[in-house]
């Protein structure tokens, strides 16, 4: 996935990653292992706090030059309010950019079935 995903420009890198989980909690750990980048770790602990509840429609900001397009279908997320422990993340460093030190904003969501097509550039669709 990482080289279909830099293929079509996307800045994926490889990654060794482990997740944990438990009755509603899930650990994670991700360390960047990609050659000639700047290294990357994220190690979380996150678990639901509310009840399900579904997203509304909302808008992506598109880049008309960089945009793909790929159809999936999938019921709506079962989403529920989240926890999450940070004990480290430097995953913006590489970037420039400090994360503010502030609780972060989280939703919980178990992994739906998904049917999935080709993805293809946004100007084939036209």
Not at 6 to 13: T, V
């Amino acid at each position: 996935m990482v080289r279909a995903a830099r293929w079509l420009g996307l800045s994926y890198y490889d990654t060794r990653m482990t997740v944990e989980t438990g009755s509603d909690v899930i650990e994670y750990l991700s360390v960047r292992t990609h050659k000639n980048t700047a290294p990357a770790e994220l190690i979380a602990t996150y678990s639901p706090t509310t009840q399900v509840y579904h997203a509304t429609s909302d808008t992506l900001d598109l880049e008309p030059h960089r945009t793909v397009y790929g159809e999936i279908h999938h019921l709506p997320w079962p989403l529920q309010r989240a926890d999450v422990e940070l004990r480290k993340n430097t995953m913006t460093r590489a970037l420039g950019l400090d994360l503010p030190q502030t609780k972060p904003i989280c939703d919980f969501a178990r992994y739906p079935e998904v049917v999935a097509w080709p993805i293809l550039p946004i100007e084939r669709m036209q």
